[in-house]
């Protein structure tokens, strides 16, 4: 039975800075950070695969780094220089096989999620 669990959410201001964790009960090639508002759909954030090969969502480059720790099952997310507008449910995913190009802004392709961590800025 797979589970992944996040933690490290909370409120921040403007500025400021926080890091998310997902500890997942296996190894996974392809993992990936979502976040959710309310009223708006499930958006991806970064993607890395193998622990190495990182992608992220435009909004994001340059303030959001994915990190994961293979030996640890881990995923990290550090977040700087936060926004009011990353306000938002953060869930972490893990997919069966590598996703490449497009494909890994689907939610649909990831067969794992976590119940998400909160992440009000203000």
């Known amino acids: 039975h797979v589970q992944l669990v996040e933690s490290g959410g909370g409120s921040a201001r403007a500025g400021g800075s926080l890091t998310l964790y997902c500890a997942a009960s296996?190894?996974?090639?392809?993992m990936a950070w979502f976040r959710q508002a309310p009223g708006k759909e499930r958006e991806r954030v970064a993607r890395?695969?193998?622990?190495?090969?990182?992608l992220y969502h435009d909004s994001v480059k340059g303030r959001f780094t994915i990190s994961q720790d293979n030996a640890k099952n881990m995923l990290y997310l550090q977040m700087n220089s936060l926004q009011p507008e990353d306000t938002a449910m953060y869930y972490c995913?893990?997919?069966?096989?590598?996703?490449?190009?497009?494909?890994?802004?689907?939610?649909?392709?990831?067969?794992?999620w976590g119940l998400g961590t909160q992440v009000t800025v203000s």
């Open positions: 890395i695969i193998k622990g190495v090969t990182t």
């Open positions: 995913a893990a997919a069966p096989a590598v996703l490449y190009g497009g494909t890994w802004s689907r939610p649909d392709n990831y067969g794992s």
């Open positions: 296996r190894f996974f090639p392809c």
